[in-house]
């Protein structure tokens, strides 16, 4: 029995080495994904607190002052209504980047959900997969529009003119961008449902539900974290078209995506009104992306430790 | 065997654990556009057999003859299409999911590639507890010693419990396996192919400790494997199977000695001598062509056509299974 008895090495055994703090120790050494925290933690800081330092209304018309270039008090300058961009560049982010991560997490949850359902049981697989070719092939944009000219009245009234559209505006992007997701997942639980420790699995007792969240679910980590990175870059950027198309969020309610498209017609005049919010989805969806591969490779104890 | 089919109204010997009766798994195999089937994989044909308390039961024969397919059938990791398997006398092969489950405990098995049946993001702790979990048998401090208890008895250091299996070597893996394996307490143990994909100088310490497990814990274990050479070693009666079915039963010196099936006196001779003046005169059985398709068995004997000694009948009649006396069983015409 000399390979068991080589390498003991004195690791006490009550010390619990938890799996949380061996993720912590593998992410911090993704120079990347620490850098990306960083980003992310800022932007947020900013979009969150920035207003109560920075108090000016983002709705505020100040005709005189229009078409600024940067000043003390208007660090980002104006738009050409005299509106300060800085603050609307902030409320913006708190728009874009709640609908973003809503949006990403519900479609994850969702994708995840039916790409499992449809690898693990045979029966569900056909009908499934073929209401993911469905929705795979329906233009996307008719159907947002169709769907937002149905239900955007009936939810303005009951949820209130704001809260409403965010409320449809998730969920429409949710429910149309759900597939990839779900199509990668279940190729990745069709081949590991073959594999032996999933057999070992049931060759215990281990209720179905179990062997699923247990064995099947850890690993298809890595793709599901792919797509929800990418998720979240794609929700801001469909919400961006969706405001740019006027169905959106209400016209004077800034999102990033709404100043970058009001912006663009001024681009020569006030190049700083598309940098800025540019500047901020591209920051964001980045240091996300690189959030995401940090945390990919923390999660998979086969890389962990290397 | 024939007796067994009278037998199964009255008692069941105490001393049978396990008893195969005519199990069969087919495959469907599907075509077309409209998946019609077409035909069945017939990769356990109709295995009888018995297996006794505390022996271990050897299960040879080449790739794809069906050894695998039939551990699994056994322990019900598959469905199978006919026939019963009873162990301690309760038909796994009929029982609903939840009773099964309630006397999986009693059964258990080892895998072939330690590599692939540990979960890889699992430490060893969470690996070897969790048939502990899903029986709910003991909890906090108990199971914790429970689990060094168990690394304890396959020779692994307790103290590895935080570990993930990538760190570990191929027979430390095929260790923690048989540490899960063990957990529960089962009296059964289906070993399929456990030292096929390790290396030689390790493949005797895990038969070593399958070996010092069974005396100790009074296992009882079906070992398939295609190495004879290790069957010859740990098992105490061997079965041959060919094309999905036993060709020759019986214990391990007659089948060394006195083989009575052409198969499995061509597998017999296929075996190295470590003498080299002994090997150098050694007659090879060699045996023509392949083995045929298990979709589409030949007629009559599976074996009739590569077998060097067949008759008209062999390639007309199906033969079957013989009690030569001694406890030597064989299905063919010939021998004898």
């Known amino acids: ?306 | 065997m024939a007796d067994i089919a009278q037998m199964d109204d009255q008692e069941i010997d105490p001393n049978v654990l396990v008893r195969v009766d005519d199990l069969h798994m087919h495959f469907p195999i599907y075509k077309g556009i409209l998946r019609r089937q077409v035909g069945a994989v017939k990769a356990v044909d109709g295995l009888t057999f018995d297996i006794r308390r505390g022996e271990t039961l050897g299960l040879v024969g080449e790739s794809g003859c069906g050894k695998s397919t039939a551990g699994r059938a056994i322990l019900r990791l598959y469905d199978p299409t006919s026939g019963h398997v009873h162990i301690n006398g309760k038909d796994i092969a009929e029982l609903s999911r939840t009773e099964l489950r309630k006397i999986r405990p009693q059964m258990q098995m080892i895998f072939q590639d330690p590599q692939a049946s540990l979960n890889p993001r699992m430490t060893v702790g969470s690996i070897v507890s969790e048939p502990l979990d899903e029986h709910g048998i003991v909890s906090g401090k108990e199971k914790k010693a429970r689990v060094g208890e168990l690394l304890d008895a396959v020779g692994l250091n307790p103290s590895f419990v935080n570990r993930y299996p990538h760190e570990f070597s191929g027979g430390q893996r095929q260790r923690i396996g048989i540490a899960r394996a063990l957990a529960l307490n089962p009296e059964f143990i289906v070993c399929d192919e456990p030292i096929a994909a390790l290396d030689v100088s390790i493949q005797a310490q895990v038969v070593n400790l399958l070996e010092d497990l069974q005396s100790k814990l009074g296992l009882t274990y079906l070992f398939i494997s295609h190495d004879l050479s290790m069957v010859r070693h740990i098992a105490d009666r061997v079965a041959v199977m060919y094309l999905g079915k036993i060709m020759e039963l019986t214990s391990v010196d007659k089948l060394f000695k006195t083989p009575k099936h052409p198969y499995t006196k061509a597998l017999l001779s296929a075996v190295p001598v470590p003498d080299p003046k002994i090997e150098a005169k050694r007659e090879r059985i060699i045996l023509q062509g392949d083995v045929p398709n298990p979709a589409n068995p030949p007629k009559g004997c599976v074996f009739s056509t590569r077998c060097p000694i067949a008759e008209d009948k062999c390639f007309k009649d199906a033969p079957k299974w013989r009690d030569l006396g001694g406890d030597q069983y064989v299905a063919c015409h010939l021998a004898g």
């Open chain 1, 1 to 306: 029995m000399t390979d068991t008895n080589m390498n003991i090495v004195s690791e006490p055994l009550h010390e619990h080495r938890s799996l949380w703090g061996d993720v912590w120790r593998q992410f911090r050494t993704h120079k990347g994904a620490v850098v990306g925290v960083a980003v992310f933690t800022f932007i947020v800081l900013v979009v969150v607190l920035g207003p109560f330092i920075h108090t000016i209304d983002p709705t505020f018309l100040d005709i005189r002052n229009k078409n600024l270039a940067p000043t003390l008090a208007h660090p980002m300058g104006t738009d050409n209504l005299g509106r300060d961009m800085l603050a609307q560049v902030m409320a913006g982010g708190q728009v874009s980047m709640l609908v973003g991560v809503t949006a990403m997490l519900l479609s994850l949850v969702l994708g995840a959900f039916i790409g499992v359902i449809a690898g693990y049981f045979k029966i569900l697989d056909g009908v499934l997969m073929r209401l993911t070719d469905l929705f795979l092939a329906l233009p996307i944009l008719p159907l947002l529009l169709v769907i937002i000219m149905l239900f955007r009245d009936s939810l303005r009234s009951v949820f209130g003119p704001e809260t409403g559209i965010f409320i449809l505006i998730v969920f429409v992007i949710g429910i149309t961008s759900w597939m990839q997701t779900a199509r990668i997942v279940r190729g990745e639980v069709l081949a590991l449902k073959e594999q032996e420790f999933i057999i070992a699995a049931r060759s215990i007792g281990t209720r179905r539900h179990r062997i699923i969240s247990r064995h099947i679910l850890p690993n298809v980590l890595s793709p599901i974290l792919v797509s929800a990175t990418l998720g979240i870059a794609n929700a801001i950027i469909t919400e961006s078209a969706l405001s740019f198309l006027g169905l959106g969020f209400p016209s004077d309610f800034p999102t990033w995506g709404r100043l970058l498209f009001d912006g663009k017609d001024f681009m020569q005049l006030t190049p700083a009104r598309v940098i800025w919010p540019g500047l901020a989805i591209s920051l964001t969806v980045l240091s996300v992306n690189y959030i995401g591969d940090g945390l990919r490779d923390a999660l998979d104890p086969r890389i962990r430790g290397r």
